[in-house]
């Protein structure tokens, strides 16, 4: 179980991080079936970032519009509150968690819907990509897990279990930072094992 948070550490450490701008670039693409993890370590810490279309875990990507999709999310969100059931680390690194916190934007337009009935289509290569969702809605949620760990030397792998729970999620595009070694990969549910780089 995740204690209760005994303090509050600001957002803004994250959204701050290069890291994360890479986050939310490479997740315009917004492809159902894909999500992105991106885990850095420095010193003891260690903070990894979920990044999923909601899609993957919850099957739909609008608000809840009853008491059955509500419990969808709200199981989802028990589900990655709890980081021991998502990442097998080795026992032997002792890591402990600080925090974790969920967000989940059911994002509804994002203010594009407008434009596109009051301006004249012409050489507006911008709406292009939008067209092809008209009506559609999508959302995703972010997930952060931030722990210490008393022995890093012993975190020599990760064997990620998003895949087990979350069957719709096909592939994992991993980016991980473990001291000076950038490592990224993509897993899938047969190969689902994070490999700190040598
Ligand atoms: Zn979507």
Redesign the pocket.
């Known amino acids: 179980m995740i204690p209760k948070l005994k303090f509050l550490v600001p957002f803004s450490f994250l959204c701050a991080a290069p890291v994360f701008a890479e986050t939310e670039r490479q997740l315009d693409a ?1 492809n ?1 079936g894909e999500a992105m993890l991106n885990i850095v370590m420095d010193g003891k810490l260690m903070e990894l970032t979920f990044i999923s ?3 993957n875990l919850i099957g739909f ?1 609008h608000k809840p519009k009853n008491q059955e999709q509500q419990a969808k999310v709200d199981s989802a969100k028990e589900m990655l509150a709890d980081y021991t059931k998502l990442f097998g680390l080795p026992s032997q690194a002792a890591c402990k968690p600080i925090k974790s916190a969920v967000h989940w934007t059911f994002d509804e337009g994002s203010g594009h819907e407008e434009h596109d009935e009051h301006e004249e289509h012409g050489d507006h290569d911008e709406h292009e990509e939008h067209d092809e ?1 008209e009506g ?5 949620l972010e997930a952060e897990w931030r722990l210490a760990c008393e022995k890093v030397d012993a975190l020599n792998s990760i064997e990620v279990q998003l895949f087990k729970h979350f069957p719709a999620l096909e592939k994992l595009h991993v980016e991980a930072i473990f001291a000076d070694s950038p490592l990224a990969a993509t897993l899938t549910s047969d190969d689902n094992l994070i490999k700190r780089p040598k």
Do not use: G, K
């Not at 559609?136 to 995703?140: D, K, Q, T």
């Open positions: 917004h159902h279309p909601s899609a990507e969702h559609a809605v999508h959302s995703e």
